[in-house]
């Protein structure tokens, strides 16, 4: 399975962007999925990820503002991200995650290859 990212650009900051996951290999209908950031300089981290089932964990400095669904009948996962701030900016990449947990630093590391990321750029 390989999943790619889409919606990304420029905002403002307290914008939002709606970031969409769709899979460019196979299907993630039946798979804990996360969305990952990497910003310039830094590594990847999770940000958000949701179960085969529809529950959700976030990482924490960024509850309220990230919101992270699924539609299986459309097979994507979607992002939604609210008052943007510039350290937000990053590319984006979502891929399946090995485990899910409600407890968010518990959720498994990433399971498949990087697919195509998106760029989200937020000017203050």
């Known amino acids: 399975v390989q999943l790619q990212a889409s919606g990304g650009g420029p905002v403002q900051a307290g914008g939002s962007l709606r970031l969409s996951c769709s899979a460019s290999v196979g299907s993630f209908a039946f798979s804990h999925v996360g969305w990952y950031r990497q910003a310039p300089g830094n590594q990847r981290e999770l940000v958000a990820a949701v179960s085969s089932v529809g529950r959700t964990a976030y990482a924490e400095s960024l509850k309220g503002r990230f919101t992270i669904s699924r539609d299986n009948t459309k097979n994507t996962i979607d992002l939604e991200m609210n008052s943007l701030k510039p350290e937000d900016t990053a590319v984006y990449y979502c891929?399946?995650?090995?485990?899910?947990?409600?407890?968010?630093?518990?959720?498994?590391?990433?399971?498949?290859?990087w697919g195509q990321g998106t760029l989200v750029t937020v000017s203050s």
């Open positions: 891929n399946r995650v090995r485990s899910f947990s409600i407890r968010f630093t518990s959720i498994g590391n990433a399971l498949d290859a």
